[in-house]
């Protein structure tokens, strides 16, 4: 790797798979990384940078990658719709989030277990996508969002009214503020993102691709459908899992409103706008669409101020009608997502100054 | 070089002398609010900031701010929209922080419990006109009213019992039913419900329909027969029209009342002032819907001059007196902190010390005596039942004190 110092416009030429399965493939690639990292660990220092708003919004960002990385992996990679993803995430955060408040689990003990227990209900939820596939599997995950919401609010009296959570203990550190909570979130993030690109990278990968493509054949090449399409399922619900019970530790509360269907649409809206089938994607629709939907926020109430002669609300509901049609151009401009758009600025980079 | 020198001159001094002139200018007190400005509660969100600003606004506009014996401030009214999600009500808390925040209002039920942790770390008071909130367990949260949503039915239900004791007694055994909807604060209003009715000695017969159904009528002829005396409501607004339509259409002749979830007015504005005679509903204030014609208290006719001023072409709404209301509770609160603490010294515990010190205020007579004492920031706990009459609202119960209870922690 080290004898490659950037990427040639002719590509990397790699002798063995191994090599060229590598995410990092050049010095300057593994330069760049380094610098991502330190940068990402010195932001809470950095002035300007480091006010709480900004570092919650990054936290935010964190774990809404992590629930959507899961749903790319189920969507994107393995071709299954789930439109109950919020749901999923709900069923992690009660868990990890009763774990720790009526028997005493630390987070750390309780969070896998809010991962698994999101697995096994997703895995439940999954099992119609044997025979059924496209808006009628997405029509039962939306039962699944509408159970489990029903559930919540009905049939476990704590959750319906929610409740405190101790905050993520680490040693002598406690991690109650944005400040040391990004760190938790950072960690999470990159593990979770890390564990996803290699996941696709390897057998279990390319049978969800398979599917993807074409099940039947894929059926033909060997592949269990049933096997790998419950994995699918158990491996995104576990990632939602995950971000849910990081989502209560980080907000010391657990509530049932963080978890409504407008959320997975959400959800499904960031991986559309990523890039289906893409890491990067994911990351890059995460950040746009908080950014967007944080403009809303944000710039509403001022709407609100400025033009008072509308009816009260007007205002900050057009800031709606905005997001709405900024998801409707990128669909039009750019249906490959950011994902792909990034790609091309990377092959314009490599080949500058002898594109065409 | 010559002609420059009275411009570099001029800037010197501007440069020189504006950071003194600011200073010597009277703080803001900047005054957050965190609400749902669009989404499905918005409109109730809406109003009440809407009626907290203009109040605000007000006293700086005609009386250069606020005045206490320590000096004069304005306040500086900043929102954020939260959409009615809990986490990001926490961001917005976070970036108001950093706009200067030491005092906040809502009428988001759920945020106030969810904020608990980031006020108190904060310590900036939340003074809340939220009827639906849980259960008021800060020591830095300051109610206008009743210390919990499970209040509501629980007060209706001892009105209703002394009504009927009134009566003598009718049938031997009070039966009250209750119609409601799925919507998330239904738990929480009917919270542990039967043992209280059961304690009171009354029946209580529960019925619920979806929300988004446009019939409620084979619900509401199972409490008819039941045999029920009266019917509480315990839905928004549009849930209040499609029971009232079906109890209309079945000739009900039950009286109904309305949990505070939505205002008497809420449901004349939607299903007409025609369907919503002799509905009932409950307020803790003066409420707009009154007929003008029949006047009001000071703080009625201030509340509807400030609407008129700011909101002219728009129909008047109740829940904009609820934010006048905790407008005037900010105010008092900050007044009471300028008796002793100076305007730059305003910080969030000094207008928490303000706060603690409000007693007997009435909002010009918006509503009963607001008390605030050390472990009890619940507010006035009076509410008044009022019922529909020719598309105005007028008194059907005196004032009467609410239950106390609250939905347990954790």
Known sequence: ?356 | MTKARPFSVAITLATLLLPALAAAQAKDVVVGNISAMTGPTSGTHMMCQSGSRDYLNYLNETQGGIAGKSGKVKTRYLAYDSQYVATKAKDGFARLLDQGMVLWTQCASAHSDALISDYETAKVPLVTGSQGIASLFSDWAYGNYHSGIANMIRTWMLWQKAEWEKAGKPGGTLVLGTITTDEPFVPLALWEIDTFAKEQGIKLVKETFPKGTTDAAPQLLRLKDAGVRAIYVVASASGAVVALKSAKALNLNIPMTQCAAATLGDVIALGGPELAEGYQGEYFYEPMSKDPAKGGSAGLQLARDLWARNHPKETPNDMYVNGVLSGMVIAEGIRLALETTPPDKLTGEAIKKGLDQVKGFEGQGLTRPITYVKDDHIGSKQVRYWVVKKGFVEPVSDWMATTTYRIPKK
């Not at chain 1, 932001?43 to 749903?71: E, K, T």
């Not at chain 1, 719709?81 to 750390?108: D, E, H, I, K, R």
């Not at chain 1, 209560?248 to 049932?256: D, E, S, T």
């Not at chain 1, 800031?319 to 490959?336: C, D, K, N, Q, Y």
Request: some cysteine.
């Open chain 1, 1 to 356: 790797m080290s004898r490659i110092p950037f990427y040639p416009p002719s590509g990397v030429y790699s002798d063995s798979y191994r090599k060229d399965m590598r995410i990092v493939k050049t010095g300057k690639q593994r330069l760049m990384a380094i610098a991502g990292l330190v940068f990402l660990a010195a932001l809470p220092f950095i002035p300007g940078l480091n006010a709480p708003y900004h570092l919650r919004l990054l936290i935010g960002i964190g774990i809404a990658v992590i629930v959507a990385l899961g749903l790319n992996i189920l969507t994107g990679y393995c071709g299954q719709l789930n439109v109950g993803q919020s749901a999923f995430m709900m069923v992690g955060a009660f868990t990890s989030g009763m774990l720790n408040a009526y028997w005493g689990w630390p987070f750390w003990a309780s969070v896998i277990p809010g991962g698994l227990a999101a697995a096994g209900v997703g895995v439940i939820f999954g099992i119609p996508s044997v025979r059924l596939k496209g808006l009628y599997l997405a029509l039962t995950t939306l039962g699944a969002q509408i159970i489990l919401t029903w559930i919540a609010l009905y049939g476990v009296t704590v959750t319906s009214a929610g409740f405190t959570v101790e905050p993520v203990r680490l040693g002598g550190i406690v991690f109650n503020t944005p400040q040391k909570f990004y760190y938790v979130a950072l960690a999470f993030t990159l593990g979770m993102a890390l564990a996803a690109k290699n996941l696709m990278r390897s057998r279990l990968g390319r049978a969800f691709i398979a599917i993807r493509d074409n099940d039947r054949a894929a059926e033909g090449m060997g592949i269990d459908i049933f096997k790998y399409k419950l994995l699918a399922f158990a491996i995104c619900t576990f990632y939602a899992g995950i971000g849910g019970a990081l989502l209560v530790h980080y907000m010391m509360w657990a509530q049932l409103e963080s978890f409504t269907l407008q959320d997975s649409v959400w959800y499904v809206a960031m991986i559309i706008v990523g890039g289906l089938g893409s890491i990067e994607g994911t990351i890059f629709g995460v950040i746009f669409i908080t950014v967007l939907k944080e403009l809303v926020l944000v710039v509403g109430p001022m709407a609100q101020e400025t033009l008072s002669f509308l009816p009260i609300g007007a205002a900050s509901g057009m800031m709606l009608v905005f997001i709405g049609s900024v998801a409707i151009l990128f669909g039009v401009l750019e249906p490959r997502g950011m994902a792909h758009r990034w790609s091309l600025i990377k092959s314009f980079y490599r080949l500058w100054p002898f594109g065409y």
